[in-house]
């Protein structure tokens, strides 16, 4: 696998891809939830934003664990870095005073090509409100295919678009509240779409919100799915 990833916690990867394109999902490299909901950090922060040197930043929702203004600025401040993500994320990277020339908006149901990468948006089912866009997230760099659920709750619907999918890596949220799927439903998923890699997220960051792993790789074996398995802070 040439592909080098990083886990930046939770649903936050850094992936380097063809042509040295990095992309970076969902990073969340700050205290902020902590100050605006009171859920202590648990897992340290790995990189400041300032120092992270990414071309492409996606975020799959508007949430602070994975759009945050604290960690969104400061790599707006010191990079080049195009931001991505559905419209409610646009929203709010305009409310802070940021330039949309350096937004893409990426809704559900939209493929978008950059830097030679193939960008699409399928559904995830996260929460309500203007929560509602949430989207989950299939790359293709020509080499390989990555499928990054965003945070989803196991659905007919995310089920019936994804089914058959056979990327190279699959990452998928194990937490089983708030809006995801538990372990056993994250197995499922891998089971329908059949990766060759699968990498359970959104765990470890939070007292209040979070899984132990084994349970998901426990819950593979038991519905006889046998590919591989990556923990994410073993990437």
């Not at 559900?108 to 995830?124: E, F």
Request: one cysteine or more.
């Amino acid at each position: 696998m040439d592909i080098v990833m990083q886990w930046l916690g939770q649903a936050g990867f850094v992936l380097n891809l063809a042509d040295g394109v990095k992309v970076c999902i969902d990073p969340y490299l700050s205290h902020s939830v902590e100050s605006a909901e009171g859920l202590h950090r648990l897992m340290p922060i790995n990189t400041m934003p300032e120092q992270l040197d990414c071309d492409i930043i996606i975020s799959t929702h508007d949430h602070l664990d994975h759009f945050d203004p604290d960690t969104i600025i400061p790599i707006y401040n010191e990079s080049d870095a195009i931001f991505m993500g559905p419209s409610s994320c646009l929203e709010h990277y305009k409310a802070l005073g940021l330039s949309p020339d350096r937004f893409h908006v990426l809704d559900r149901g939209q493929q978008k090509t950059l830097m030679g990468l193939s960008l699409k948006a399928v559904t995830a089912e996260h929460t309500s409100g203007k929560y509602s866009d949430a989207i989950g997230l299939v790359i293709d760099d020509g080499t390989y295919v990555i499928y990054h659920t965003g945070d989803s709750e196991y659905t007919e619907e995310v089920v019936h678009e994804v089914t058959g999918l056979r990327p190279d890596i699959m990452f998928v949220p194990i937490n089983g509240r708030w809006g995801n799927m538990t372990a056993q439903e994250a197995a499922q998923l891998v089971s329908a779409v059949q990766p060759k890699i699968a990498v359970p997220m959104h765990y470890g960051m939070f007292a209040e919100n979070t899984a132990d792993p084994q349970e998901f790789i426990d819950a593979c074996a038991g519905i006889g799915w046998h590919g591989t398995i990556i923990l994410p802070h073993m990437l």
